[in-house]
C-alpha cells in the first residue's frame, strides 16, 4: 500500500462560479423548481447542442423513464435496447412493464451493432424467418424467445458508450426503414459529435446525465431534449406531478416528481461555462495514455473509427488481452488499487446481469469480450502531470 493520496476514476470538478448561481438563487428565494438558473441552464444546453426544447430532470434515468412514457412504451411492448450498457438504461423500460429486447455492440464503436438491430426488429415482428432465408451466410444468434404476439418495438434505445458516438447513420436508416423512435442514450456523451453535429440530437428525444461522475455534473440530474416541443411541454407535464390547469389539484395521468431544482441548476449553469475545458481535459488524458501505452504487448485503446466520429472521451479504456500482454485486466486493476489508484472493469453487458438475463438478446460476443478484457482509467479532467504519472508507472509496472 502507499501513502498517496488517491486518484478517482472519474471525481466532480467544479468551475468555480457554480456558488456564484447557487448564492443568487439564496438570494432570490429561487429555491425550488422553477426560477433563473433554470431557465439559463436549460438555454445554455439548448444552444450548445443546437437544439429547441430542453427539460433539465432529477436524473438521466428519469429522463429515460419519461421518454419511453412520452412514447407510450407501456405492459407488453418491446423496446429495443444496447445490451452494453450502465443498467439505468434498461431499468425504465422495464418500470413499464415492456420487454427489454437487448442487442450486441460492434466491434468499431462498441455501441448498437446494427446488423443485430434489424434482426431483433424483425423477430419482434413475427418477420425474423423470412430475412434469415433471404440473407444466408451472414451469422445469426440463435432465435430469441420473443412473445406469441407479433408486434412493433416502440422504440430503440442505442447508447454513446463512454463518449463514443454510436452509428447513427445506420441506425436512424434502420429506424426509419420500420419507422420506429430513438432515444439516444447521451448520458455518457455530453460533448461528443457525430458527423459535427452533438450526439443526442439525431434521435425524436435524447437524453443526457450530470451525475457525479460525468463529464459535467450538476451533483445529480438530468435533462430530456428534443426538437418537438410537445415532447418537452409532455415531460415538463409529467416531471411535475402532471397537475390540469385548474386552481385546485386535478390529475388525468399518473405524475412524476423528476424535475431539477433551482439550486441544483446554478451548479449546472457554472458546469457549462467549462464544458469545452472539461472535453478537452478528457481528451487530453486519452492522448497521454495512448502515447505512452503504445507498444506495449496486448494493449489496445478505442480509437474514433472515423472522421465522423468525435468523443468526449469520457472515461479512457484500455482492452488487456490475456494471451499477448503477460497479464490480466484483474490484475491490472489490482496493482492500481496497491498504488491507492481508482480502475474499473467496463460494463457488465445487462444480457449477463441476473435481472435482465430471462429477457431476449441479440448477442455476437462482442461486448462479452470488452467486459473480459476492459478496464476504465482514471479519466478526471483535474488529473494533474504528477497524478498522470503517477497511473502510468503503475500501469507499466504490470507488463514487465
Ligand atoms: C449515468 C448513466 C445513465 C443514468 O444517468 P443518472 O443521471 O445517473 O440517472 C444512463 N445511461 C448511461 C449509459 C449512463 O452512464
Not at 434469415?132 to 451469422?139: D, I
Not at 467496463?346 to 446481469?353: A, D, E
Not at 441479440?362 to 488529473?383: Q, R
Request: proline share 6%; aromatic share 8%; with cysteine.
Amino acid at each position: 500500500m502507499t501513502s498517496e493520496k488517491r486518484i478517482y476514476l472519474s471525481p466532480p470538478h467544479m468551475g468555480g462560479s457554480e456558488q456564484k448561481y447557487i448564492k443568487k438563487a439564496f438570494d432570490s428565494n429561487w429555491i425550488s423548481s422553477v426560477g433563473p438558473n433554470i431557465d439559463a441552464f436549460e438555454k445554455s444546453l439548448g444552444e450548445n447542442l443546437g437544439i429547441q426544447h430542453v427539460a433539465v430532470l432529477s436524473s438521466g434515468t428519469a429522463a429515460i423513464h419519461l421518454a419511453l412514457i412520452i412514447l407510450g412504451v407501456g405492459p407488453g411492448d418491446y423496446v429495443i435496447v444496447q445490451g452494453f450498457t450502465f443498467s439505468a438504461t434498461v431499468n425504465p423500460v422495464v418500470y413499464l412493464g415492456a420487454t427489454p429486447v437487448m442487442v450486441d455492440s460492434e466491434p468499431d464503436t462498441w455501441n448498437m451493432d446494427p446488423g443485430l438491430l434489424e434482426n431483433a426488429i424483425l423477430d419482434c415482428m413475427g418477420k425474423g424467418s423470412e430475412r434469415r432465408a433471404q440473407s444466408s451466410g451472414h451469422r445469426h444468434p440463435e432465435p430469441c424467445a420473443l412473445s406469441p404476439q407479433p408486434r412493433k418495438p416502440k422504440a430503440i434505445i442505442p447508447v454513446h458508450l463512454y463518449g463514443m458516438p454510436a452509428n447513427m447513420d445506420k441506425i436512424l436508416a434502420i429506424a426509419r426503414k420500420y419507422d420506429i423512435p430513438v432515444i439516444e442514450d447521451a448520458a455518457e456523451a455530453i460533448g461528443s459529435k457525430y458527423k459535427n453535429n452533438p450526439v443526442g440530437t439525431f434521435g425524436e428525444i435524447g437524453i443526457l446525465s450530470f451525475n457525479g461522475n460525468k463529464t459535467i455534473t450538476t451533483s445529480g440530474g438530468g435533462a430530456l431534449v428534443s426538437d418537438n416541443a410537445e415532447h418537452v411541454r409532455k415531460a415538463r407535464f409529467l416531471a411535475t406531478q402532471a397537475r390540469d390547469k385548474f386552481p385546485h389539484y386535478q390529475h388525468s395521468h399518473i405524475g412524476y416528481n423528476y424535475r431539477m431544482s433551482n439550486i441544483i441548476a446554478g451548479i449546472g449553469r457554472g458546469q457549462m461555462e467549462v464544458l469545452e475545458e472539461r472535453v478537452a481535459a478528457r481528451r487530453a488524458n486519452f492522448e497521454f495514455y495512448k502515447k505512452n501505452l503504445k507498444g506495449l504487448k496486448g494493449v489496445t485503446l478505442n480509437e474514433e473509427p472515423g472522421r465522423e466520429y468525435y468523443s468526449n472521451r469520457w472515461l479512457t479504456t484500455i482492452l488487456i488481452d490475456p494471451h499477448k500482454s503477460g497479464t490480466d485486466r484483474e490484475k491490472v486493476r489490482l496493482a492500481l488499487e496497491d498504488q491507492n489508484i481508482e480502475s474499473r472493469p467496463l460494463w457488465k453487458p445487462m444480457h449477463f446481469q441476473p435481472i435482465f438475463s430471462s429477457y431476449p438478446s441479440y448477442v455476437s460476443g462482442v461486448s462479452e469480450a470488452l467486459f473480459d478484457m476492459g478496464l476504465c482509467l482514471p479519466s478526471g479532467s483535474d488529473l494533474s502531470s504528477d497524478d498522470k504519472e503517477r497511473i502510468l508507472d503503475a500501469l507499466l509496472r504490470c507488463f514487465k
